[in-house]
């Protein structure tokens, strides 16, 4: 059973698009950093990826800010939403740009990067109980989105540490 809602899904939507600002700063400082093919090559998709997520979850948010919350005082769910924003991977993007460029190697990017999508998705996941429940659909639909980014991920790592071992003499 679940309690009155705290959020209407289209705030949560708005989070996520703060969320895939941070990482687009993240993975466009992978692809300027890379010196590997195949990294750049992931890191322009997952690039590419956050700007049609933004677009998406833009399009996912107008029909339903329409449903309005009770606030004790104006401007207080934006606050709470603030602050669980910025106890994320990355508080901003320049943070997110910022732990890029510290990255010494593309499987230290790449797991600092899955990393990233496994906390947004556990994010979302928690959000989830707190819409009303038509709107988790949306909200679902971005825990869709994540999840493919981390199985690219995934094959991009395991696609380097093979590329890493010796040749079998094929």
């Given at each position: 059973m679940q309690s009155t809602p705290m959020f209407r899904a289209s705030e949560i939507l708005q989070m996520a698009i703060e969320i895939e600002r941070s990482g687009l700063a993240f993975h466009q400082a992978c692809v300027e950093a890379a010196d590997n093919e195949r990294v750049v090559d992931v890191f322009q998709f997952m690039v590419g990826e956050e700007k049609r997520h933004i677009e998406i979850f833009k399009a996912l948010e107008e029909p339903l800010a329409r449903y309005e919350l009770p606030e004790t005082y104006p401007g207080e769910l934006q606050?709470?939403?603030?602050a669980l924003i910025e106890d994320r991977v990355f508080a901003s993007a320049e943070e997110g740009a910022e732990q890029a460029q510290a990255t010494g190697n593309p499987f230290q990017a790449i797991a600092t990067a899955i990393g990233f999508e496994k906390d947004s998705i556990l994010f979302y996941e928690a959000m989830k109980q707190l819409v009303r429940p038509s709107d988790a659909e949306a909200i679902d639909e971005v825990i869709g989105e994540?999840?493919?980014?981390?199985s690219r991920l995934v094959d991009l790592r395991v696609t380097l540490e093979k590329g890493a071992q010796p040749p079998t003499g094929q």
């Amino acid at each position: 059973m679940q309690s009155t809602p705290m959020f209407r899904a289209s705030e949560i939507l708005q989070m996520a698009i703060e969320i895939e600002r941070s990482g687009l700063a993240f993975h466009q400082a992978c692809v300027e950093a890379a010196d590997n093919e195949r990294v750049v090559d992931v890191f322009q998709f997952m690039v590419g990826e956050e700007k049609r997520h933004i677009e998406i979850f833009k399009a996912l948010e107008e029909p339903l800010a329409r449903y309005e919350l009770p606030e004790t005082y104006p401007g207080e769910l934006q606050a709470y939403m603030r602050a669980l924003i910025e106890d994320r991977v990355f508080a901003s993007a320049e943070e997110g740009a910022e732990q890029a460029q510290a990255t010494g190697n593309p499987f230290q990017a790449i797991a600092t990067a899955i990393g990233f999508e496994k906390d947004s998705i556990l994010f979302y996941e928690a959000m989830k109980q707190l819409v009303r429940p038509s709107d988790a659909e949306a909200i679902d639909e971005v825990i869709g989105e994540e999840q493919t980014h981390i199985s690219r991920l995934v094959d991009l790592r395991v696609t380097l540490e093979k590329g890493a071992q010796p040749p079998t003499g094929q």
